[in-house]
T-cell receptor, first 115, second 109 residues
Framework: GAVVSQHPSRVICKSGTSVKIECRSLDFQATTMFWYRQFPKQSLMLMAT?????????EQGVEKDKFLINHASLTLSTLTVTSAHPEDSSFYIC???????????FGPGTRLTVT | LAKTTQPISMDSYEGQEVNITCSHN???????ITWYQQFPSQGPRFIIQ???TKVTNEVASLFIPADRKSSTLSLPRVSLSDTAVYYC??????????FGQGTELSVKP
């Protein structure tokens, strides 16, 4: 089955620094990837849609200058949390849209802790 | 995107069949219904997807009535390891998913 990986699986950074999270589709090409954020005991919240070769589409309330998304290839999308603050601490999950157009495959998530 | 409504929590015992029903009254003609399972600190895992009638795979069955305004995920003979949050989602063109609260299933011995 389709596999999506994320790196790193967990990261701790200091307030004010930037952190990059990678999302890779390992055995298929994904023109569309999605980024979600999940706080404890809550559901996933869609942050943005990442399309290969074009600018990401952000959901309402998500700051595009704070959460930089790059989708430079058909197998890699990156999310950079800039000038991180403790309130950005969360579980970040990516997904990749399968070639059928209806199936979405999720990565294992990245736990970000900002101290 | 059609909004989904499902029970917040359910309890069951090992070996029982569990049915989780989801309503999606505003589903569009081209939308599919998809269910995911999520364990703590992991990404959601695809369980099953369907458009109408009944779909069955090695882990679950999905029942969708003719009007498609609801769907029921059926888990046969659950075990302790099936304790998780189950999400019902309607998937339209472009694959965008909006997650609802999900159903927290607790399986007891």
């Amino acid at each position: 089955g389709a596999v999506v990986s994320q790196h790193p699986s967990r990261v701790i950074c200091k307030s004010g620094t930037s952190v990059k999270i990678e999302c890779r589709s390992l055995d298929f090409q994904a023109t569309t990837m999605f980024w979600y954020r999940q706080f404890p005991k809550q559901s996933l919240m869609l942050m943005a849609t990442s399309n290969e070769g074009s600018k990401a589409t952000y959901e309402q309330g998500v700051e595009k200058d704070k959460f930089l998304i790059n989708h430079a290839s058909l197998t890699l999308s990156t999310l950079t949390v800039t000038s991180a603050h403790p309130e950005d601490s969360s579980f970040y999950i990516c997904s990749a849209l399968g070639q059928g157009g209806n199936e979405q495959y999720f990565g294992p998530g990245t736990r970000l802790t900002v101290t | 995107l059609a909004k989904t409504t499902q029970p917040i929590s359910m309890d069951s015992y090992e070996g029982q069949e569990v049915n989780i029903t989801c309503s999606h009254n505003n589903i569009a003609t081209n939308d599919y219904i998809t269910w995911y399972q999520q364990f703590p600190s992991q990404g959601p895992r695809f369980i099953i997807q369907g458009y109408k009638t009944k779909v069955t795979n090695e882990v679950a069955s999905l029942f969708i009535p003719a009007d498609r305004k609801s769907s029921t995920l059926s888990l046969p003979r659950v075990s302790l390891s099936d304790t998780a949050v189950y999400y019902c989602l309607v998937v339209g063109q472009g694959g965008k998913l909006i997650f609802g609260q999900g159903t927290e299933l607790s399986v007891k011995p």
